[in-house]
């Protein structure tokens, strides 16, 4: 079976520091996958989606950034953290669809709740 | 580009009542409509979707939506709720289209049951 895996769960960094989060997904080859930020009273904010390795669609300008160095892996960095980018990061992977999109569920992993001082 | 506005932001049932939580979205083609939810300290999870065909989709847990087409709503419902789905739910949209879509999201509701 497919599983998505989130680390670190929690983290707490300084204004200017820099940030790597990733997200690995076992069980399942060449996934669509996504970085989300869930704000309280904002819903999920799509940040980045990759389609394949070294593909990366930016949905947002913002202080992030992601890649996609291997298949399953997937990373969101910062070089320098702002006090805006505080939130709960989620990453996500889906099938490709031959057909139309849509049809497959997109399946979430556990987050990670950044806080920027 | 399509939108998904979800009108209840916070609900506070209390256990046996009936939900309603609705979702009502904007796009000019033929759509593809999730409910998902997040209990909480779990992963955001798939309630339930509606493809094509039947507008009444049965999901998890006794939970049910409508697709309302000339409404564009996909409202969610259950008869009677548990302390247990207490939880956070989300409405998601995407183009019935081929090639990569975007699913958007609604911000949300958070619905508590009291016992």
């Known amino acids: 079976s497919q599983t998505i895996h989130q680390w670190p769960a929690t983290l707490v960094q300084p204004v200017g520091s820099p940030l790597s989060l990733e997200c690995t997904v076992e069980g399942t080859s060449n996934p669509n996958l996504y970085w989300y930020r869930q704000a309280a009273g904002r819903g999920l904010q799509l940040l980045f989606y990759?389609?394949?390795?070294?593909?990366i669609s930016s949905e947002v300008p913002q202080n992030l950034s992601a890649s996609r160095p291997q298949d399953r892996q997937f990373i969101l960095s910062s070089k320098k953290l702002l006090l805006s980018d505080s939130g709960f990061y989620l990453c996500a992977w889906s099938v490709p669809s031959s057909g139309l999109a849509g049809y497959n569920e997109q399946f979430f992993g556990p987050g990670t709740r950044l806080t920027v001082l | 580009a399509q939108s998904v506005s979800q009108h209840n932001h916070h609900v506070i049932l209390s256990e046996a009542a009936s939900l309603e939580l609705g979702c009502n979205y904007s796009y000019g083609g033929t759509v593809n409509l999730f409910w998902y939810v997040q209990y909480p300290g779990q992963h955001l999870q798939l309630l339930l979707k509606?493809?094509?065909?039947?507008?009444l989709v049965k999901g998890i847990k006794g939970f049910e939506a409508e697709f309302i087409k000339s409404k564009f709503s996909f409202n969610l419902r259950k008869p009677s709720v548990q302390w247990s789905d207490t939880a956070e739910y989300f409405c998601a949209v995407i183009p019935s289209r081929r090639g990569y879509q975007k699913v958007t999201f609604g911000i949300g509701t958070k619905l508590q049951v009291i016992p």
């Open positions: 990759s389609v394949g390795i070294g593909q």
């Open positions: 509606y493809f094509s065909g039947d507008p």
